[in-house]
């Protein structure tokens, strides 16, 4: 079946610094994926939609030039958080849209800023 | 925006229980999806439904698209310790480009 990596699982990184997480679709071509965040018990919340070949879509509230999002190829999108503080510490989630109705997740990414 | 009100938030039982949950919308949804969430992983999708009345099973489990289309219903039967775990309804318009939004979950506790 269709499987959706996200790299890397989990990450720690200190304050200031950037951190690019990688969602891959493995086995289908996307040309849409979408960037959720989850804090702790909360639920999932969109934070862009990333179309290849051009600009991502940013969800109301979230900082483009702080959550860039590179969708360079047809099965790999990119979302680097720049400039990483402990506020967003926080469980990151791709999803990847396979055909008109298929949407398939990935199993997150835990990053946490020190 | 949109909102989607789960309940219960959270629930406990013992095993062999039958467990009911529910989402509603404050507008209309074109597709109803539920999720299951275990800890530190992404969501995997349980049951998808398409049409208003729609009623789709999945072993155990049973949903229900709401005739109004503001509201879906999730039923797990005869509950076991691994159904633990967080349930989501998402909500999808057919114009959002597959953009979901998300219920508040519902945290599942199964005692043995």
């Known amino acids: 079946g269709a499987v959706v990596s996200q790299h890397p699982s989990r990450v720690i990184c200190k304050s200031g610094t950037s951190v690019k997480i990688e969602c891959r679709s493995l086995?289908?071509?996307?040309?849409?994926m979408f960037w959720y965040r989850q804090f702790p018990k909360q639920s999932l919340m969109l934070m862009a939609t990333s179309n290849e070949g051009s600009k991502a879509t940013y969800e109301q509230g979230v900082e483009k030039d702080k959550f860039l999002i590179n969708h360079a190829s047809l099965t790999l999108s990119t979302l680097t958080v720049t400039s990483a503080h402990p506020e967003d510490s926080s469980f990151y989630i791709c999803?990847?849209?396979?055909?008109?109705?298929?949407?398939?997740f990935g199993n997150g990414t835990r990053l946490t800023v020190t | 925006g949109q909102q989607l009100n789960q309940s219960p938030q959270s629930m406990f039982i013992q095993e062999g229980e039958d467990v009911s949950m529910n989402c509603t919308s404050s507008?209309?949804?074109?597709?109803w999806l539920w999720y299951k969430q275990d800890p530190g992983e992404g969501p995997v999708l349980l049951i998808a439904?398409?049409?208003?009345?729609e009623l789709t099973s999945n072993g155990r489990l049973t949903a229900q698209f709401g005739i109004t289309r503001k509201d879906s219903f999730l039923n797990i039967s005869a509950s076991i310790p691994s159904d633990v775990g967080i349930y989501f309804c998402a909500g999808q318009y057919e114009t959002s480009g597959s953009r979901l939004t998300f219920g508040e979950g519902t945290q599942l506790t199964v005692n043995p």
């Open positions: 439904l398409y049409k208003a009345g």
């Open positions: 999803s990847a849209r396979q055909g008109v109705t298929s949407l398939h």
């Open positions: 086995d289908f071509q996307a040309t849409t």
């Open positions: 507008s209309i949804f074109n597709t």
